[in-house]
């Protein structure tokens, strides 16, 4: 989730943020609605492209839900381990790379 850009869907969703960060590791109604509402986000290579900037940090992004990608659990930090959260950056990697016009 992107706190600073007013573009941003999920500052403007009816979704509490909560939502951007599942605690369970159910699909919920919830979360299903936070990752469409990503899907039509007009920041969404930006909000990826912040996740994988982050890799580059102290303190790397590994959780919650950004440009429709979850990342692992907020408290169990399960998503499918290590391969499974790296194949999470892959997608975002290419999610960022996207050329805006395709
Ligand atoms: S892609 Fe999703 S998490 Fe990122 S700014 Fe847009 S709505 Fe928020």
């Known amino acids: 989730m992107q706190k600073d850009d007013k573009t941003?869907?999920?500052?403007?969703?009816?979704?509490?943020?909560?939502?951007?960060?599942?605690?369970?590791?159910?699909?919920?109604e919830e979360t299903k609605a936070a990752i469409l509402i990503c899907n039509g986000c007009p920041i969404?290579?930006?909000?990826?492209?912040?996740?994988?900037?982050?890799?580059?940090?102290?303190?790397?992004?590994?959780?919650?839900?950004?440009?429709?990608?979850?990342?692992a659990n907020t408290h169990s930090g399960d998503q499918g381990g290590a391969a499974g959260l790296r194949a999470r950056y892959d997608a975002l990697r290419k999610i960022a790379e996207m050329d805006t016009l395709a």
Do not use: H
Request: net charge positive; glycine share 6%.
């Open 8 to 28: 941003a869907a999920c500052l403007k969703s009816f979704l509490y943020p909560d939502a951007w960060f599942p605690t369970g590791n159910k699909q919920t």
């Open 44 to 71: 969404k290579r930006e909000c990826a492209r912040m996740v994988i900037d982050s890799l580059d940090t102290t303190y790397p992004i590994k959780t919650g839900i950004y440009a429709g990608i979850r990342l």
